[in-house]
T-cell receptor
Framework: DAGITQSPRHKVTETGTPVTLRCHQT?????MYWYRQDPGHGLRLIHY???????DKGEVSDGYSVSRSKTEDFLLTLESATSSQTSVYFC????????????????FGPGTRLTVL | EDQVTQSPEALRLQEGESSSLNCSYT??????LFWYRQDPGKGPEFLFT???AGEEKEKERLKATLTKKESFLHITAPKPEDSATYLC?????????????FGTGTQLKVEL
């Protein structure tokens, strides 16, 4: 258990509304990631953060923004939700440590299932 | 562009029937190859990291191996509780952020 929680766990919203998903970690990891998982596409990176206020885009970043004002929280915002953003969203952290223990592995939260009607 | 292809998409085994899952990859310099297990409705659970060709890792009934082009996840004498989707991912030496590129997974069903 990497101490990652996501909220909400389930959300149904309407097209055009803003949505914010929260990822919270308790172990002071520097790197945090947001992925989406869709049938036939696997997990795809949306955005990631390498420190407070330091973020960068992944392969499917259009329509999403992120913020990280504290080490423990990484927020994903859909400014104006669309039906194509219906998905399961996972947050992950990158473990830090020696190569023999945890190195570069990412550990995932439980996910948020988002439905945009 | 990094690519990961997993096969088969789905696999049905009888309890005790050993088999292998394949992960083929192309990457501009491999930093690491990762295997995860995912149960329905849950996040991926980390299993193994492999760093260089010839490396092997084992955990209970699972053994992961790596060559320069592919990785195998061998399942020996599987049990029903091994049923899950197994995901493979690669991390490239180039590019920042320690990003992972995932395959679409192999859905394993082990029956009594």
């Amino acid at each position: 258990d990497a101490g990652i929680t996501q909220s909400p766990r389930h959300k149904v919203t309407e097209t055009g509304t803003p949505v914010t998903l929260r990822c919270h970690q308790t172990e002071n990891h520097r790197y945090m990631y947001w992925y989406r998982q869709d049938p036939g596409h696997g997990l795809r990176l949306i955005h990631y953060s390498y420190g407070v206020k330091d973020t960068d885009k992944g392969e499917v970043s259009d329509g999403y923004s992120v913020s990280r004002s504290k080490t423990e929280d990484f927020l994903l915002t859909l400014e104006s939700a669309t039906s194509s953003q219906t998905s399961v969203y996972f947050c992950a952290i990158r473990a830090s440590g020696t190569r023999d223990s945890s190195y570069n592995e990412q550990f995932f939260g439980p996910g948020t299932r988002l439905t945009v009607l | 562009e990094d690519q990961v292809t997993q096969s088969p998409e789905a696999l049905r085994l009888q309890e005790g029937e050993s088999s292998s899952l394949n992960c083929s990859y192309t990457v501009s310099g491999l930093r690491g190859l990762f295997w995860y297990r995912q149960d329905p409705g849950k996040g991926p659970e980390f299993l193994f990291t492999l760093y260089s060709a010839g490396e092997e890792k084992e955990k209970e009934r699972l053994k992961a191996t790596l060559t320069k082009k592919e990785s195998f996840l061998h399942i020996t004498a599987p049990k029903p509780e091994d049923s899950a989707t197994y995901l493979c991912a690669v991390q490239s030496l180039t590019g920042g952020g320690n990003k992972l590129t995932f395959g679409t997974g192999t859905q394993l069903k082990v029956e009594l």
